[in-house]
């Protein structure tokens, strides 16, 4: 392991997570990102069907005997509900506001069509910070804004009495969801910079060029923009859920995680209105009576919590950072990254890892050797 903040700050700016395992913020923090499923263990589906077989299948050999689901009103958590009648289901709801109302609604919709039983899990900004320090903790890192809303449902859930917690996180990069990053075949300097979540050297001192991470994918002026999004996105992505769940020690899993397109994935079909054609078709044959809603991210009000904020003040950002130019993500990126240099240096928590301490601000409990980072 080694040492490297500027690295670590570039990479979770650019990224939303540190690319390079072996690199860390400061000494007694070691970050680790989730492993992508080995290609040996995916299952080939090339129907609609044979996506409705796959998964059942996952369902049959689950052993616990409470099932949840987060549940949002997209087609994923949609399918996986039709396969958990007598469930609970989690919802998000966002206090103070009118966000996604119609996504809400859907979400009532699939939990009454498949006899769900539906709780709410509400969130605010009191929420978020109330868990944004545990999750940042146990992951040694900045984190993803959904990360404190997910583990706010993962604990609600295990005070249910949930005994597993069913996502359907990997749908959109397996099966072609990612649709604006599929556009169109990407020059490659265009690309990093639609994909660069924040740069680096708009907010830093001294920033890191990330632009290694790109030349992996480089092909002549173009980019291999599709093993980009499964060796990059995966990670980033898949992380934030693995980080979250572990804080809460409640075991999920994902039904969607294992499958593969056995065949290409049709880039004129994403292009033209049909991102997720396969999951589409399924979606029609569990909800015949409804239109395939369009995709819809998991919601955050960031651009509400950070109007006013007026932007970092540690010395490892620039005072001239004009915030008018950034969106709220990646105003809670830089939020969040000064929050967790400061934590990680507050010498009343040691700065090293004691996962429990954060745990016990939450009024939970956990051993050590029980908390998965």
């Known amino acids: 392991m080694s040492v490297d903040k500027n690295f670590c700050m570039s990479s979770y700016l650019a990224f939303r997570y540190i690319e390079k395992d072996d690199v860390d913020f400061c000494e007694g923090m070691k970050h680790s990102n989730i492993k992508p499923v080995p290609e ?15 998964i059942q299948k996952v369902f049959d050999g689950l052993k616990c005997k409470k099932l949840g689901i987060m549940l949002s009103g997209g087609m994923d958590s949609a399918i996986l509900a039709s396969y958990m009648r007598g469930a609970d289901a989690y919802t998000f709801r966002f206090l103070g506001g009118d966000l996604q109302k119609e996504e809400l609604a859907r979400a009532e919709y699939y939990a009454k069509y498949y006899g769900l039983n539906l709780h709410y899990v509400d969130i605010d900004w009191n929420v978020v910070e109330k868990n944004v320090d545990a999750v940042m903790k146990a992951k040694c890192a900045p984190v993803h804004s959904i990360e404190p809303q997910i583990l706010e449902a993962a604990l609600q859930a295990k005070a249910d009495g949930i005994e597993m917690m069913v996502v359907g996180e990997s749908s959109d990069l397996i099966f ?22 924040t740069d680096p050297k708009a907010v830093l001192k001294e920033p890191v060029d990330m632009s290694y991470l790109f030349e992996r994918y480089r092909q002549g002026e173009k980019i291999d923009f599709l093993s980009f999004m499964d060796d990059v996105f995966s990670v980033e992505s898949s992380s934030s859920y693995l980080n979250a769940f572990s804080v809460a020690r409640m075991p999920y899993v994902d039904p969607y995680a294992k499958l593969k397109m056995a065949d290409p994935l049709d880039l004129y079909r994403v292009r033209h209105g049909e991102p997720k054609y396969l999951i589409r078709e399924l979606f029609a044959k569990k909800y015949p009576e409804i239109p395939v809603p369009n995709k819809v991210p998991m919601p955050r009000p960031v651009d509400e919590y950070f109007k006013t904020w007026q932007g970092p003040h540690r010395p490892e950002f620039r005072e001239d950072i004009d915030m008018s130019k950034f969106t709220g993500n990646q105003k809670w990126q830089m939020w969040c990254l000064e929050r967790f240099i400061n934590l990680s240096e507050c010498k009343s928590l040691s700065g090293v890892i004691n996962l429990n301490n954060y745990l016990d601000l939450l009024f939970w409990h956990f051993p050590d050797k029980e908390v998965a980072a």
Do not use: C, H, P
Request: proline residues 0%; charged residues 30%.
């Open 40 to 54: 040996s263990e995916k299952i080939l589906v090339k129907t609609s069907s044979e996506i409705d077989s796959a």
């Open 176 to 197: 072609g969801g990612m649709d604006q990053l599929l556009a169109k075949d990407w020059d490659f300097d265009e690309f990093a910079n639609r994909y660069t979540f």
